[in-house]
């Protein structure tokens, strides 16, 4: 599984339609969204309350994936509360420096990321699921990185380097990564994801 699993599972054409945006725009919004709810859920899974928490809300949402048609079929009122969680005191400075990201101009990411975020708890829900079922899981899963190596796979990252993975990736998806010194978005994540510069 990967980010563009979640490509796959959004209704692209419906959010640019109600964003007012090309579809070309709404996907690149759609990748940066999705990559900032996984770097904000792998965050907060690095802490044990933080990631029992997460397990407690996936339940939630285990077997609700399937593609969305259209934007009115998502839970937004839901959406908006995973938001909250999964961002905490930097939803309001995440949501402005995506919405004043240049290849994104024009989208409201306040309206998209509660789209985003049913669909990305999700899929991880399932994700967590599959992984759990398989023989031997359970003592791979009690060193509490469960969930976070499930978020570390959609990212491509794995769970292998502490933390420093995701942000890597994270940092790359989004073009900002750690050397280019115009990486707001790469910055506003590093922040996010523990202080990466």
Not at 58 to 85: F, N, P, Y
Request: no cysteine; hydrophobic share 35%.
């Amino acid at each position: 599984m990967a980010l563009d699993d979640i490509l796959t599972q959004v209704p692209i054409d419906d959010i640019a339609a109600k964003l007012g945006v090309s579809p070309d725009v709404a996907k690149e919004a759609v990748e940066q969204g999705g990559a900032v709810l996984l770097g904000g859920l792998a965050k907060n899974a690095s802490t044990s309350e933080g990631s029992a928490a997460i397990e407690n809300a996936l339940k939630r949402h285990e077997g609700k994936t399937g593609a969305a048609k259209k934007v009115d079929d998502i839970d937004q009122a839901d959406g908006g509360k995973i938001v909250s969680h999964i961002l905490g005191d930097d939803e309001q400075k995440v949501t402005q420096t995506l919405t004043e990201s240049k290849e994104t101009a024009g989208i409201d990411f306040g309206k998209l990321l509660p789209i985003l975020a049913p669909i990305v708890m999700g899929l991880i829900a399932n994700a967590t699921k599959d992984k759990s079922a398989k023989p031997g899981a359970a003592e791979a899963q009690s060193g509490g990185g469960g969930i976070g190596d499930v978020i570390g796979g959609i990212l491509g990252g794995g769970g292998s380097s502490g933390g420093g993975g995701i942000g890597d990736v994270i940092g790359g998806l989004l073009g900002g990564g750690k050397s280019s010194g115009g990486g707001g978005l790469g910055d506003l994540l590093g922040g996010l994801l523990g202080g990466k510069k």
